[in-house]
Every structure is written in structure tokens, then in C-alpha cells.
């Protein structure tokens, strides 16, 4: 990302999420021990800062051959899943993962869950572990224990202290925490194998992979899809421009930082190039990115500043349509939808929050185009690529899903 702001999202959100960065991050995972002796399995939840693990840290996490003796091991958000048996012939598989950062960037951990299968049942469905806190203070699960009779539970309470005016408040200096334990009783299994986990015939969709739903016959949108793998056995797949793609755009290329850059290139494919600029928002109600046609020599003279009109002015401006911006409604600040053509998520019209927008502006074969993601949440594993048009609005290209973990 060429500015600070993007610089800046980029290193938040990495900081945050699991297996992105690891500097001064909160690392949260799992000691596990399956025991089909005593027919149980012990989960101890530990987090810790600035842990940076390597491949083979985790232990044995794949189902034996038989059951036998303990198995011991870790499981955290880098792993897919780890298996082992709670009693002979009942299999349990673990998955921790962390969850997404909205819009607001890096205000708290992102959300940690565990789901567990017991004999290919689901069992646990995105039970909440840690996170969500600006700062981890604790109060989340501490350890469960699993067995045959069902389930404990357990997590940290912060003690409170009394005042003499009766008044309750927190024990801030430093706090003091004790565990509270609550034993649920065993749920019957479901009858049936859950099927998206364990289908089956052949595998299920791999999370971290790349489908393309629409564009698959399209040249472009093949080269950009980018098989990836993690140190951890984690697939992590993009879907970027193509190598052979101009992506540097930029006129001059030394800019300096700010929320304005300079371009040159074929915005709308009209077969003339010209002067570009690109409006990148971030605050904490809008990080997105705008670009538009310069409306004539005095925006291009008050360079690296904008005037307040100039987006209004412009003939062109991309996610938006330049009637839309006459109308004052271009502004970094925009609560319109762009909408993804042809596409439901979750049995709805998928559609793109214009203020959460991120745009990268590319050009491959002589065409411009721009790939498109954005930090709301329920949209965040949705990439597309249009191909913006002079006189119309822009032709959707490509349309790539990231599978997400089955959970």
C-alpha cells in the first residue's frame, strides 16, 4: 500500500489478527491432552505476548492410528484442526479461530473461538474463548474438560472489593481474579455426521482457498487467483493483480504521505490518459479509497492539497458515477451500497459499503481496471474486480470467494 494510511490499516489489522505479525501481539492458544483411558480430554486455554511460533510447535495434532496412550499438544488459530481420541473409537476434532476486524481497525482483539466434533458430530460452534477487548484483561474461558458425562467449564472472574459507602467497584491495583467452574450435563449427539466438516464423498472446500464465482473463463481473473500455503499447513491463498500487471501508477512516483495521490492512466478506458487522483480516507468512520478525473489546471496548480470542490467537479470519479458526485454525494464519507452484481451471500444481494471501500487501481492488456475489498465484516472474504467504462456504469469482471472455516 502506497500511503500512510494504508500502511497504517495494514499494520493494525496485521497486529491484531493471528499469524499476520507477531510483534507486541497477544498470542492466545491451547495445551490439549486426550486420555481414552480415562475417556476425557482437557483443554487449558494460555495466552501470551510476543510469541512467535514455528512449524512442529504445535505437537502431534493428527488423529493416530489407534487409540492408545495420552495425547498431548497445542492448537491455536494457525492450525486447520487438531484431532485426537477422547475414548477408543471416539475421534475429536478442535478448531481455534480468530475471528475478523471490522472497519474500526485495531480498537480490540479479534474475537477467538473454538468449535469442537466429537465422533463427527459437532459438539461446539464458535464458543468464545478471548478478544474483543481493546486491552486483555482476562475473564474469558480458562479450561474446559470433556468427557462422556459432559462438560466443565471454566473461566476468571474479577474479584470486587466493598467501600464503605456500599459501593461496588472493581480491585484495580493490580486486579485479582479467581475461577468459576459451571459443569454442564452431555447433549445427545446428533444422529447424523455433519456432513460439511466430514462429507461424504470427495473433500470439502479447503478454507483459505479461492473460488472464482464469477469470471472463471476470463484470463484475468485465472492469473490473479495465487495458490499459498503457511508455514503451519494453513492455506492462504490471494487474488491479486497479475505479475505481468502495472500496478505503480503513480505521476510523480515520489509522493509525499498524505490522503491525496497523484496518477496518471486511463481511468475509464477511454483511450486517453490523464490526470488522476486518488482520495484514500482513514478515520474512524470511513477508510476507503475514491478516485477521480482532475477537473482542470487549478486542482493540478494546488497540488499536494485538494480543493474542497474538486471532487464535485470531476467529469469521472470511480466507485461512483459522475451524476451521483454533481449531486454531492462523492464525498470519503458515503454511506451508498455498491452493489456486487449477480452475487448473494448468505441468501441476500451481496453489495459493497462505499465508506469501508478499498479500490487498487491496475491496468493489464491495456485496460484499466480496479480490484475491490472492504473491512465490513460479512463482506471481508469477497474480492471483485471491475472494469470501469466511460459512458456507463462500470463491467463487473471477476467475483473471487475466500472459503472461510467451517466452524
Not at 492448537?75 to 480468530?98: D, N
Not at 452431555?186 to 464423498?201: G, H, I, M, N, T
Not at 493483480?241 to 505503480?248: F, L, Q
Not at 474486480?385 to 467451517?406: G, H, M, N, W, Y
Amino acid at each position: 500500500m502506497r500511503f500512510i494510511q494504508r500502511f497504517l490499516v495494514t499494520l493494525l489489522l496485521g497486529l491484531c489478527a493471528s499469524g499476520a505479525a507477531y510483534a507486541d501481539v497477544w498470542f492466545t492458544y491451547m495445551e490439549v491432552t486426550c486420555d481414552p483411558a480415562e475417556q476425557k480430554v482437557s483443554i487449558v486455554h494460555i495466552g501470551v505476548h510476543n510469541l512467535k511460533p514455528q512449524p512442529g510447535w504445535h505437537g502431534p495434532v493428527k488423529l493416530p492410528a489407534r487409540a492408545g496412550g495420552k495425547q498431548a499438544f497445542r492448537i491455536s488459530p494457525e492450525l486447520p484442526y487438531a484431532e485426537c481420541y477422547m475414548a477408543p473409537g471416539v475421534p475429536v476434532r478442535l478448531k481455534m479461530a480468530s475471528g475478523k476486524l471490522g472497519p474500526a481497525g485495531c480498537l480490540g482483539s479479534p474475537p477467538i473461538t473454538l468449535s469442537i466434533w466429537v465422533n463427527q458430530r459437532k459438539w461446539m460452534s464458535r464458543r468464545s474463548i478471548a478478544g474483543m477487548d481493546c486491552i486483555t484483561t482476562g475473564g474469558g474461558i480458562t479450561r474446559f474438560e470433556l468427557n462422556n458425562a459432559g462438560v466443565r467449564m471454566c473461566h476468571r472472574e474479577q474479584v470486587v472489593v466493598k467501600r464503605e459507602s456500599d459501593q461496588w467497584y472493581p480491585n484495580t491495583d493490580p486486579p485479582k481474579w479467581k475461577e468459576a467452574c459451571e459443569d454442564k450435563p452431555a447433549a445427545p449427539l446428533s444422529d447424523k455426521v455433519d456432513s460439511a466438516e466430514f462429507p461424504a464423498r470427495g473433500r470439502a472446500p479447503v478454507p483459505g482457498t479461492i473460488v472464482i464465482e464469477q469470471g472463471a473463463r476470463d484470463a484475468l481473473c485465472r492469473q490473479m487467483v495465487v495458490p499459498d500455503v503457511t508455514p503451519f499447513g494453513r492455506a492462504a491463498w490471494a487474488a491479486v493483480p497479475p505479475a505481468d500487471a502495472e500496478t505503480r501508477l503513480e505521476d510523480p512516483p515520489d509522493q509525499p504521505p498524505g490522503s491525496l495521490s497523484k496518477h496518471y492512466f486511463d481511468i475509464d478506458n477511454d483511450g486517453t490518459p490523464e490526470v488522476v487522483y486518488g482520495l484514500h480516507s482513514f478515520n474512524g468512520y470511513s477508510i476507503a479509497d475514491i478516485y477521480f478525473v482532475s477537473p482542470g489546471e487549478a486542482t493540478d496548480r494546488a497540488w499536494p492539497r485538494m480543493p474542497p470542490d474538486a471532487l464535485a467537479l470531476s467529469r469521472y470519479v470511480f466507485p461512483s458515477r459522475h451524476t451521483e458526485c454533481a449531486a454531492g454525494r462523492c464525498g470519503p464519507n458515503d454511506d451508498r451500497y455498491l452493489p456486487i452484481q449477480n452475487f448473494t451471500l448468505r441468501g441476500k444481494p451481496a453489495a459493497y459499503t462505499a465508506r469501508y471501500l478499498q479500490a487498487q487501481p491496475f491496468v493489464w492488456k491495456e485496460k484499466t481496471y480496479f480490484r475491490l475489498e472492504t473491512l465490513s465484516v460479512s463482506e471481508q472474504n469477497i474480492i471483485t474486480v471491475l472494469k470501469p467504462v466511460s459512458d456507463a456504469a462500470p463491467e463487473q469482471t471477476c467475483v473471487f470467494r475466500v472459503i472461510e472455516d467451517r466452524l
